[in-house]
């Protein structure tokens, strides 16, 4: 592995450093993640950040309906309808991965990283959502949707990866003012 390799998961420094500086002034905030089509990314380019150990409690990658279901509270039927692919799946992935590691925030990835016929997906595409326990209850404070048209299947997931974190530093931002 190349030294170029390796910097394939870690974030942007000026990124990395206003992620730290927003998580951890008082009242220092945790994070948890939930990936589906990043398939880690999110965690390792957080992971990257020197000091994560003090805001980032964990992560899983739970790529399939089952361990949507199991580890993060997803709805089986809702998931079903849509191939765990959606706004409302995702929200409740990032719903989930705050509650399975009792973290402040919760965020998530789904999606599609390649096209797939027999879905009807000719591109591929991402869903995001951060969530934000307040007053002891997750609440979603933000979704959205990536389209990554013609692009290849790790070009998606880095893409989809680098879209949800710079939404959880606007967010963060909007909070701390």
């Known amino acids: 592995?190349?030294?170029?390799?390796?910097?394939?998961?870690?974030?942007?420094?000026?990124?990395?450093?206003?992620?730290?500086?927003l998580l951890l002034p008082e009242p220092a905030l945790t994070l948890a993640?939930?990936?589906?089509?990043?398939?880690?990314?999110?965690?390792?380019?957080?992971?990257?950040?020197?000091?994560?150990?003090?805001?980032?409690?964990?992560?899983?990658?739970?790529?399939?309906l089952e361990q949507k279901v199991a580890h993060l509270g997803v709805d089986r039927r809702e998931a079903q309808r849509v191939n765990c692919v959606s706004k409302a799946v995702v929200q409740q992935m990032a719903v989930g991965a705050g509650s399975l590691f009792g973290s402040d925030l919760g965020i998530a990835t789904t999606g599609y990283a390649e096209p797939s016929p027999d879905e009807g997906v000719d591109d591929p595409f991402g869903w995001w959502s951060i969530a934000h326990r307040r007053r002891g209850r997750?609440?979603?404070v933000s979704s959205g949707r990536v389209e990554c048209?013609?692009?290849?299947r790790t070009e998606a997931q880095a893409m989809i990866a680098a879209v949800v974190i710079?939404?959880?530093?606007?967010?963060?931002?909007?909070w701390r003012a």
Do not use: D, N
């Open 1 to 21: 592995m190349s030294c170029r390799m390796a910097e394939a998961t870690s974030l942007p420094s000026a990124v990395a450093r206003e992620l730290k500086q």
């Open 33 to 64: 993640v939930a990936e589906s089509v990043t398939c880690g990314r999110v965690q390792a380019g957080i992971g990257s950040i020197s000091g994560a150990s003090h805001f980032f409690l964990g992560g899983i990658t739970a790529y399939t």
């Open 138 to 140: 997750f609440k979603v």
């Open 149 to 152: 048209p013609r692009a290849r």
């Open 166 to 174: 710079s939404e959880l530093v606007a967010y963060l931002r909007t």
